[in-house]
């Protein structure tokens, strides 16, 4: 069992290369953070890391930008995911986002979220 960040918050912490997904992190570090658990997912602890968080001035597990992702899907909080995949993630991080989507595929909001945003991946269209 463990308590990590997530969903948005993480979307706005940087990696360790100093990537950003999303670029609002005064919209959700100047608030109470959010904590996601890991008993809430049939994901466990993959993509999570111990990590330092500047925003946060302190260590905390954050998910990867693809797990964060997969959390918020699995919540049905999709509302502004539209066209994330191509503005957030490489294409490693794609195709570890389709891998969890696809252990936690229980519903059709993740189908559809696969379908949609993972197209060619669904599909099983190969680029080489």
Same mark, same amino acid.
């Given at each position: 069992?463990?308590? @990590?960040?997530?969903?948005?918050?993480?979307?706005?912490i940087p990696?360790?290369?100093?990537?950003?997904?999303?670029?609002?992190? !005064?919209?959700y570090?100047?608030?109470?953070?959010?904590?996601y658990d890991?008993l809430?997912?049939?994901?466990? !602890?993959?993509?999570?890391? @111990? &990590?330092y968080?500047?925003?946060? /001035?302190?260590y905390?597990?954050?998910? !990867?930008?693809? &797990?964060?992702?997969?959390d918020?899907?699995?919540l049905?909080?999709?509302?502004? %995911?539209? *066209?994330? =995949? /191509?503005?957030?993630?490489n294409?490693?991080?794609?195709?570890? %986002?389709?891998n @969890?989507?696809?252990?936690?595929?229980? *519903?059709?909001?993740?189908?559809?979220?696969?379908?949609f945003e993972?197209t060619?991946l669904?599909f099983g =269209?190969?680029?080489?």
């Amino acid at each position: 069992i463990m308590k @990590y960040l997530s969903g948005w918050e993480a979307l706005n912490i940087p990696t360790e290369n100093g990537e950003t997904a999303d670029w609002h992190p !005064n919209l959700y570090f100047n608030k109470d953070v959010k904590f996601y658990d890991t008993l809430d997912f049939d994901l466990g !602890n993959i993509g999570i890391k @111990y &990590r330092y968080v500047k925003a946060l /001035n302190g260590y905390f597990y954050v998910a !990867n930008f693809a &797990r964060a992702i997969a959390d918020l899907v699995y919540l049905n909080q999709m509302n502004d %995911l539209k *066209n994330c =995949v /191509n503005d957030f993630l490489n294409d490693e991080e794609e195709v570890e %986002l389709y891998n @969890y989507l696809k252990k936690i595929n229980k *519903n059709k909001n993740v189908e559809n979220f696969i379908k949609f945003e993972l197209t060619k991946l669904y599909f099983g =269209v190969n680029n080489a």
